[in-house]
């Protein structure tokens, strides 16, 4: 993973809208400042991951005439801020099934044989193309093989590999992931001003990663209920844990039920109250403000090596969530890692 530091300046400017992804934003950068963007990118990554505003990105990239490249000073990027340029064009699926027909492909191949408007460059975004059947997808490659140099195709879908070889072939692929929950909680609340950063924490926490998850949490009305609830059960846990009770300890782990987002609220809370256990089991207690009583006592009682082997443990489990672990093992794994006592 690359910093701040190693990125050129144009990455650098993506990287102020753009949050983790720091290879993909690298990559991106180093394209738009040498002008040497191919004619074909397929974003691949979940929903939520950020899709969307890469390829708005992307899109930039090609009619950006500032000085700086992406510094936003061009008419080309306030157009595109404003979704009103007239060489940006979206192709999108209809229907039962949200799939790209292969009408709207053949429109789109005319479309794509017209010169720009008033860029270089005419960008067509093809979004959500797993669902795009054979047909289209063949269709598409007529254009897509021998594509106009004044035109850049940018496909989105959840895996690449549901596209035909031929296609991702021919294409960039650039793979989004989710990103580090505190950087991504910082985004939200520093630049996005979407949220507190406490409530951005939970949120990330819960998404595993996912913006577009986290924003959607912190947006419904039971973002707050949740965030309560996960207090509650990761106290329960800590009590249990201070009384030695193992018993209590699984009861109380098992509490978060099947609901991975909570699975994720809860270990980040867990997390930040280890911590302050371990600050306290090294003598710097005085540092930590407002630590949580049960906190406080655990740091009194558990060694420091044992405190930083759960941390590092519910770190790993929490990854899990990420990969589909089934949530009984995962409240299970949970309250062993928490009986751990030496």
């Known amino acids: ?15 102020r809208e753009f949050c983790g992804n ?14 040497r963007l191919p004619h074909a990118f397929i974003l691949e990554g979940a929903d939520g991951l950020g899709k969307s505003t890469f390829a708005k990105i992307i899109a930039r990239g090609a009619m950006c005439l500032c000085r700086e490249p992406l510094s936003g000073g061009c008419a080309h ?22 799939a790209i027909s292969i009408d709207s492909i053949r429109s789109m191949r005319k479309e794509a044989l017209i010169a720009p408007n008033e860029a270089e460059k005419r960008v067509f975004i093809l979004e959500d193309c797993d669902t795009m059947q054979s047909a289209a997808q063949n269709a598409f490659l007529k254009i897509f093989e021998e594509a106009p140099p004044h035109v850049v195709f940018i496909m989105t879908c959840r895996s690449a590999m549901n596209l035909l070889t031929t296609i991702r072939s021919r294409g960039r692929i650039i793979s989004l992931n989710p990103v580090e929950p505190e950087e991504g909680a910082r985004y939200i609340a520093d630049v996005m001003k979407a949220a507190e950063l406490s409530q951005a ?10 913006i577009g998850e986290a924003l959607r949490l912190l947006g419904s009305e039971s973002a707050s209920q949740a965030a309560e609830k996960a207090d509650s059960i990761a106290s329960g846990i800590m009590e249990a844990m201070c ?55 655990l740091g009194a009682t558990l060694s420091p090596d044992i405190i930083i082997r759960q941390i590092d443990e519910i770190n790993e489990l929490n990854d899990m969530l990420r990969i589909n672990i089934s949530m009984p093992l995962f409240n299970t794994k949970l309250a062993i890692i928490l009986q751990r006592r030496k």
């Open 77 to 98: 990027c306030r157009k595109l801020r404003e979704n009103i340029h007239p060489d940006l064009m979206y192709v999108q699926g209809s229907g039962k099934t949200n």
């Open 243 to 297: 009384a030695g009770s193992e018993l209590s300890l699984a009861v109380s782990c098992a509490a978060i039920g099947k609901d991975r987002a909570m699975g994720g609220m809860v270990c980040a809370i867990l997390l930040e109250r280890l911590r302050c256990a371990l600050m306290t089991a090294v003598g710097a207690g005085e540092t930590v403000d407002s630590a949580n009583p049960h906190a406080l006592r």
């Open 201 to 210: 924490r939970n949120a990330m926490a819960a998404s595993g990663g996912n």
């Open 22 to 35: 720091s290879d993909a934003v690298a990559s991106l950068g180093g394209m738009v400042e040498s002008g």
């Open 1 to 15: 993973m690359l910093s701040g530091a190693d990125l050129c300046p144009t990455s650098q400017r993506i990287a």
